[in-house]
């Protein structure tokens, strides 16, 4: 059985940093495609980051240069950096694996504010 787990969220002042994670478990990262995704209050979720089996990333054009996606096999976790953080990034964000089927962690929050 597929289980996600994120984690790393938390509490940050614009022009902050933070670097989520989410261990993958039931796949191995090398085969699959993983993507984070975040959703705000009121709002649809909306892609952030994604990062292919042959290891290539991509993401919106808002978001180039300010959040960085990338993976460990080793740990079998997928990482998102995120930089420069500003308060519109504020929402829970969600890792997504597509195997298949999709499958889905719970979320982390992110809060910036002052």
């Known amino acids: 059985q597929v289980q996600l787990v994120e984690s790393g969220g938390g509490l940050v002042q614009p022009g902050g940093s933070l670097r989520l994670s989410c261990v993958i478990f039931?796949?191995?990262?090398?085969?699959?495609?993983v993507g984070w995704y975040r959703q705000a209050p009121g709002k649809q979720r909306e892609f952030v980051a994604g990062?292919?089996?042959?290891?290539?990333?991509n993401y919106p054009d808002d978001r180039k240069g300010r959040f960085t996606i990338s993976g460990d096999t080793a740990k079998n976790t997928v990482y998102l950096q995120m930089d420069n953080l500003e308060l519109g990034d504020t929402a829970a964000y969600y890792c997504?694996?597509?195997?298949?089927?999709?499958?889905w962690g719970l979320g982390t929050q992110v809060t910036v504010s002052s």
């Open positions: 990062l292919t089996s042959g290891r290539r990333t």
């Open positions: 997504k694996v597509v195997a298949g089927s999709d499958f």
């Open positions: 039931g796949m191995t990262l090398n085969i699959i495609d």
